[in-house]
């Protein structure tokens, strides 16, 4: 795996909070780091395919009916 760097500025108590948590798990702070990007990236991840899958869709042409979006306003409100 090729690595890459960034340095980042962290407020001093979540930088105690890292260290203390790299402590208690025997971790390293780096690792502890790349954990919690990654699992950010995956989660946040989703928006992005939506919004590429919603454009792909529009540029084919497929959009929803009258009748589709009436029924979900009717079924959520607004």
Not at 42 to 61: L, P, V
Not at 67 to 76: I, R
């Amino acid at each position: 795996m090729t690595a890459r760097t960034i340095n980042v500025r962290l407020p001093e108590a979540l930088y105690n909070q890292i260290e203390e948590l790299a402590k208690a798990t025997a971790r390293t702070k780096s690792f502890l780091a790349i954990d919690a990007l990654t699992n950010y990236v995956q989660i946040e991840s989703w928006q992005i395919r939506d919004i590429h899958e919603g454009i792909k869709e529009a540029d084919a042409g497929e959009f929803a009916t009258d009748k589709q979006v009436k029924a979900v306003f009717a079924k959520y409100g607004a």
